[in-house]
């Protein structure tokens, strides 16, 4: 399929995701239906995320380890009126085309997805209804979201700053000054395993801590050190 009949292009960030890589790749493929380019940016992987991924219609590609890099790094070679970043434990849902097609249609130049987590749990059902209401009032997206634009828009705005975290808080900024955010409440599914790992609670108030030092001044560099414990 050439570029001209192709709705746009997906990028996927990526980084020791063997696991979740056959699943990850079929249900994208089934999903985009043929009507999309697919774009893989592998961040150094040592499993076997590239073996896997070399198996399936989709382009490889290699950056720095950083998703803001990778992304940025897949966007450079999309096809397409669209790009939309997809996190490797996030699905989209059934009727993706037709979504993509209605905004499309429309005058805004980005949006995102509501998000549900795949547990069952009703505590869980309620931290997705708040962070897809918080997105809803702040006109802010975050990369669980599957954050999509105009690939003019991305071009226009010089796509994400390569910061090692607050990369899509940042790009909604920037995205949010030129029209509010196209939302779908048909969600993508992500994985809930950060939240039962470490806890809901405890992830809640680091994820707001985190944001309130990002809004207050505290730049993404010295966030990092604080959430992995570690320097750049």
């Not at 590239?50 to 950083?66: D, F, M, Q």
């Not at 899509?168 to 000054?177: T, V």
């Amino acid at each position: 399929m050439t570029s001209d009949c192709l709705l746009g292009t997906v990028v996927i960030p990526v980084l020791n995701e063997a696991q979740q890589m056959d699943h990850l790749l079929l249900d994208v493929l089934t999903k985009t239906g043929g009507r999309w380019h697919v774009i893989v940016v592998d961040g150094g992987s040592r499993d076997a995320t590239v073996g896997i991924t070399k198996r399936y219609p989709v382009e490889l590609l290699s950056a720095p380890a950083g998703r803001a890099f990778q992304m940025n790094m897949g966007a450079s070679r999309a096809k397409g009126e669209l790009v939309l970043f997809l996190h490797a434990d996030t699905r989209l849902p059934m009727q993706f085309n037709t979504h993509m097609e209605h905004f499309i249609a429309g005058s805004l130049v980005w949006g995102r997805f509501n998000v549900r987590l795949d547990s069952a749990g009703y505590r869980l059902r309620v931290v997705a209804n708040l962070m897809n209401l918080r997105s809803r009032i702040s006109a802010i997206a975050t990369g669980d979201q599957a954050i999509f634009m105009k690939l003019d828009t991305f071009r226009e705005i010089s796509g994400f700053d390569e910061i090692p975290l607050m990369e899509d808080i940042d790009i909604s900024k920037r995205l949010k000054q030129l029209s509010r955010p196209f939302c779908i409440a048909d969600p993508v599914v992500t994985s809930s395993r950060r939240w039962l790992q470490d806890g809901v609670v405890y992830t809640i108030l680091l994820m707001w801590f985190m944001r309130l030092a990002y809004w207050l001044g505290v730049s993404p560099q010295r966030l990092w050190r604080w959430y992995y414990g570690n320097s750049l």
